[in-house]
Structures are given as C-alpha cells and as structure tokens.
C-alpha cells in the first residue's frame, strides 16, 4: 500500500498489528515558551505544541493523548509526563544551572505511542546567594517579596537569599533604638558604616554582616553651622559641598546631620566631618526619603572647643533636589564623583558656595 506523503503538524506512523499497518503520528511543536520564574527558587517552563490533525494518508484520527519528555542530554528522556489531551503544559521544579531537553509523544485510545516530536531545549541560568549576618542591635533588611530564609547563631541573625545571575540585590542596614551601625563588611572587606548595599550583576556567593553599638547615654547637643533656611543649593553626584562649624564644646561627634530642602526619589548621601587642616575625621551613609533633617550615625571622632571643623554632603543623585542653606556665602563647593566617596582631604580645588544648614552632635 502507498502512503501519502504527510503534512505539517508532522505524523510519522508506526505499526499497531501486522495486518492493517496503522500507524499513530508523531506531533511537531508549534511553540515553546519558556518562562523562568520571577523569585530565586527552582525554575519552571511552558510548553505547547500543536495537535495533529489527520494521518499521514490523509484520514482524520483522535488523539486520546500526549506524554512530555524532559532529560539534561539531548536525546536522552529521564522523566516524562502524561499531561492528558492537552496542548500546553508547565514543567516545575527544574534546576537552575542546568540545561534541559524537551519532547513530546502522542497515543491513540489503545495507548499505542507515536515516535518523539522535534526536540527543544532551554538552559535556566545560575542562582546564588547572599548570606546577611547581623549582631545584635540592629539588622539587616531584604526587599519586600524576597523570600529569606532565617536562622540564629548566638545572638547573630542570620538571613539568606538567592540571586540569580546577572541578577542585583540591595539590602539595607537599621541600628535598633539606641544602637548606631558601627562597621559593615562586604565579603570579609569594610566597607564603613554605610545603611544600604547593592550587589550588582551577581555571578558568586556573597557575605555581607553588620555590628552595631549602643550609643553613649551622656548628654549631647547639635552644634550647628547654621539654622537659616533663606537659600537653597542643588544636590548633584558630581559636587560636594562643605562648610565651617566652630566647636562649642570639646566631646566626641557621634552623628552629623543636614537639612533637604526639596526631595525627589530615595536618594542616599554622604556626610563627613573634616578638621580645619581639611582632613576626613568621620564620614556615614544614609538613604534620604523626606525633606527635613537627614542624621548619619557615624563612627566617634574628637572635637576641641574653639576649633573650627567643616562638615561636607554629597547626594548620590540630583534627585534629591536640594539642601536647605541658610544664606548664599560663607560655605564651599568642589567637583567630586560621589562613586568614589569623599575624599580622605578637602579639595584644594573649591570655591565659594552657600552655607549649609548643617549640625554635628557633641557629647
């Protein structure tokens, strides 16, 4: 007997008995979607082919049925799924790093199967870690929907998350009441007192832990450089701006603070205190969300009654607007690439700028 030649979707029969010859097609995919999932866990993919219509010689025929095929070598199945007549199905729970191969079979009423359909196959990328220790007086936060998992280890807290490759993660840093952050390492490296951290294009497990301290219960105050609010300077992440504070006590500056007088978007800054030689004594991190006073705990530094001392902000963003001076003269500006962090010496490269409504706390 001579067969037709077959028509798309693809249908190659195979002998069901001796004496008729019957065969069941082989079905071709129409699609694959490949869908990873959104949050670090195991991955997940779609797919859907199209349904044979007629045989090969041209009859029409019934599909009771379709099986999927997956394995990790092409060609080679190590797991299938009787999915039932449908067109379209999810496969779960596959593993991230690995590359998997897919085909698909269909069977007739008496279950007789038809030979695999073109393979495809779709490689889901690596996941990795970010392992968050904190001591006690404070945390370490994850994005809201991240899923974490926690544990303990003395008075330490431990939380992981998983990160897939090329993927970023940004966490932030909170001192409890009456604690301040005092170091933050990233890797085993400082990386200062900052409140926030982003890990970008991530292709490695990483380690980030924060120590906190309990702040001093002596009495302090804000010696500020200026409470005038009659001026305003741009924030921008290629100046900083500096002004002069005279010390009106001698004691330790725990926390430097200075006012926004227009906010855009979350916008992190940086605030140092720098001697009248123009040398860094302290400097902290900390993410603006309103206007008003933003305060940086930063780590202790001396100060002397009479000297005089500048204190320097940066805004990692012009989105931050501006900061609140209180009048058009008697503070200074220079260029500086805040990526960089301020620098350990004032610029000798400055100008005349606007004097900041800014404050360190003495005690």
Same mark, same amino acid.
């Given at each position: 007997?001579?067969?037709?030649?077959?028509?798309?979707?693809?249908?190659?029969?195979?002998?069901?008995?001796?004496?008729?010859?019957? %065969?069941?097609?082989?079905?071709?995919?129409?699609?694959?979607?490949?869908?990873?999932?959104?949050?670090?866990?195991?991955?997940?993919?779609?797919?859907?082919?199209?349904?044979?219509?007629? $045989?090969?010689?041209?009859?029409?025929?019934?599909?009771?049925?379709?099986?999927?095929?997956?394995?990790?070598?092409?060609?080679?199945?190590?797991?299938?799924?009787?999915?039932?007549?449908?067109?379209?199905?999810?496969?779960?729970?596959?593993?991230?790093?690995?590359?998997? $191969?897919?085909?698909?079979?269909?069977?007739?009423?008496?279950?007789?199967?038809?030979?695999?359909?073109?393979? @495809?196959?779709?490689?889901?990328?690596?996941? *990795?870690?970010?392992?968050?220790?904190?001591?006690?007086?404070?945390?370490?936060?994850?994005?809201?929907?991240?899923?974490?998992?926690?544990? %303990?280890?003395?008075?330490?807290?431990?939380?992981?998350?998983?990160?897939?490759?090329?993927?970023?993660?940004?966490?932030?840093?909170?001192?409890?009441?009456?604690?301040?952050?005092?170091?933050?390492?990233?890797?085993?490296?400082?990386?200062?007192?900052?409140?926030?951290?982003?890990?970008?294009?991530?292709?490695?497990?990483?380690?980030?832990?924060? %120590?906190?301290?309990?702040?001093?219960?002596?009495?302090?105050?804000?010696?500020?450089?200026?409470?005038?609010?009659?001026? $305003?300077?741009?924030?921008?992440?290629?100046?900083?701006?500096?002004?002069?504070?005279?010390?009106?006590?001698?004691?330790?500056?725990?926390?430097?603070?200075?006012?926004?007088?227009? *906010?855009?978007?979350?916008?992190?800054?940086?605030?140092?205190? *720098?001697?009248?030689?123009? %040398?860094?004594?302290?400097?902290?991190? @900390?993410?603006?969300?309103?206007?008003?006073?933003?305060?940086?705990?930063?780590?202790?530094?001396?100060?002397?009654?009479?000297?005089?001392?500048?204190?320097?902000?940066?805004?990692?963003?012009? @989105?931050? $607007?501006?900061?609140?001076?209180?009048?058009?003269?008697?503070?200074?500006?220079?260029?500086?690439? *805040?990526?960089?962090?301020?620098?350990?010496?004032?610029?000798?490269?400055?100008?005349?700028?606007?004097?900041?409504?800014?404050? @360190?706390?003495?005690?």
């Amino acid at each position: 007997m001579q067969k037709k030649k077959c028509k798309l979707p693809l249908w190659q029969r195979f002998p069901v008995n001796p004496a008729t010859f019957l %065969t069941i097609a082989a079905i071709f995919f129409a699609c694959i979607s490949l869908i990873p999932v959104s949050k670090a866990c195991a991955a997940q993919t779609t797919l859907s082919w199209s349904a044979p219509a007629t $045989y090969s010689d041209g009859t029409s025929m019934a599909v009771s049925g379709y099986k999927v095929y997956q394995g990790t070598a092409k060609g080679a199945y190590t797991g299938s799924v009787d999915v039932g007549n449908l067109t379209s199905y999810t496969l779960s729970n596959l593993v991230n790093g690995s590359t998997y $191969y897919f085909a698909i079979t269909a069977y007739d009423g008496a279950k007789t199967e038809s030979a695999y359909s073109n393979e @495809m196959s779709k490689s889901f990328g690596a996941t *990795y870690s970010i392992t968050a220790t904190s001591g006690p007086g404070g945390s370490i936060n994850f994005p809201s929907g991240t899923s974490v998992s926690t544990a %303990t280890s003395g008075s330490s807290v431990i939380k992981t998350a998983s990160v897939p490759q090329g993927g970023s993660l940004s966490l932030s840093i909170a001192p409890a009441s009456g604690y301040a952050i005092s170091g933050v390492t990233v890797d085993g490296a400082s990386v200062g007192t900052v409140s926030s951290y982003t890990f970008s294009n991530v292709t490695a497990n990483h380690t980030v832990s924060a %120590t906190f301290a309990a702040t001093t219960t002596a009495t302090g105050h804000w010696d500020d450089i200026t409470t005038g609010t009659s001026a $305003y300077q741009d924030a921008t992440p290629s100046y900083m701006e500096f002004s002069p504070v005279t010390a009106d006590a001698t004691g330790k500056v725990s926390a430097l603070r200075v006012k926004i007088y227009q *906010y855009g978007s979350p916008t992190a800054i940086r605030l140092a205190l *720098y001697s009248a030689g123009g %040398t860094k004594l302290t400097e902290g991190t @900390m993410t603006v969300s309103a206007a008003g006073y933003a305060t940086v705990s930063v780590p202790a530094a001396s100060v002397t009654q009479g000297a005089t001392y500048y204190i320097a902000a940066q805004a990692a963003s012009s @989105m931050l $607007y501006r900061f609140t001076c209180g009048s058009t003269t008697g503070g200074y500006e220079a260029p500086n690439s *805040y990526s960089s962090g301020l620098p350990a010496a004032l610029p000798s490269g400055r100008w005349g700028g606007k004097l900041l409504n800014a404050s @360190m706390y003495i005690q």
